[in-house]
Structure formats: structure tokens, C-alpha cells
């Protein structure tokens, strides 16, 4: 069963820093895009970061750039977001997602093949 498996949210106050892990038993890491959605309560879900299967190429929302850093292990296969300045408006359920390698990074959620149950982030003021 491939899975992924996020953990590191909780409840911070505006400019505090976390960071996210998605680890992925049973997936073939180095041979997946990997990206970072989040959906707020009545919002659609959005793309916050993607990284190659290589880690040659990432890409970042407009909302996170400067903020957010996406980064591989590879010897611990997961995936990390590195989230530093949290706005109240960063809150939201996170997701870790996964798709087959094409050599093209996306911020589309609709273009990821296997998703997580999420880690809640929440930014109060």
C-alpha cells in the first residue's frame, strides 16, 4: 500500500516558524514529484510547493515565496516543508501529495495521484 503520511502541524502565533514532514512508506520516493496543497475552510485546496523526483527544480505559490522552503531526504525518503513568518492567513489543513515522475513540477492539486489525511496549521494573530 503506497501511502503518505504528514505530521508537524499545530497551533502557533503570527511570525513563529514550522516544519512539516511527509513520509512515504511504500512509495518509490526518488521517483515521485512531491508537492505541499493546503485548504482553508470554504476555500479550494491550493498548491503551497512542488519538488522534482530529482530535488533539480521547486516551486512556490505567491502567498509563501520567501516564506516556505520545500526540501527532500532522500535517505529518509520524506518530504519537508519549512514553514518561517506564519500569518493568520497561512491556517489550514496541509497535505502531502505525490505523483508519478514526468520531470515537471505543478502546483495543480488535480495533477497529484496520492494525497495524505492532512496536518492542521493554525496562525493566530
Known amino acids: 500500500l503506497v501511502q503518505v503520511v504528514e505530521s508537524g502541524g499545530g497551533a502557533v502565533q503570527a511570525g513563529a516558524s514550522l516544519r512539516l514532514s511527509c513520509t512515504t512508506p511504500g512509495l518509490r520516493f526518488d521517483r515521485h514529484e512531491m508537492a505541499w496543497s493546503r485548504q482553508a475552510p470554504g476555500k479550494e485546496r491550493e498548491g503551497v510547493a512542488c519538488s522534482t523526483w530529482n530535488d533539480n527544480f521547486e516551486e512556490y505559490g505567491n502567498s509563501v515565496k520567501g516564506r516556505f522552503t520545500i526540501s527532500r531526504d532522500f535517505a529518509k525518503n520524506t518530504l519537508y516543508l519549512q514553514m518561517t513568518n506564519l500569518k493568520p492567513e497561512d491556517t489550514a489543513m496541509y497535505y502531502c501529495?505525490?505523483?508519478?515522475?514526468?520531470?515537471?513540477?505543478?502546483?495543480?492539486?488535480?495533477?497529484?495521484?496520492?494525497w495524505g489525511q492532512g496536518t492542521q496549521v493554525t496562525v493566530s494573530s
Open positions: 501529495a505525490a505523483k508519478w515522475w514526468s520531470g515537471v513540477c505543478s502546483l495543480y492539486p488535480e495533477r497529484f495521484t496520492t
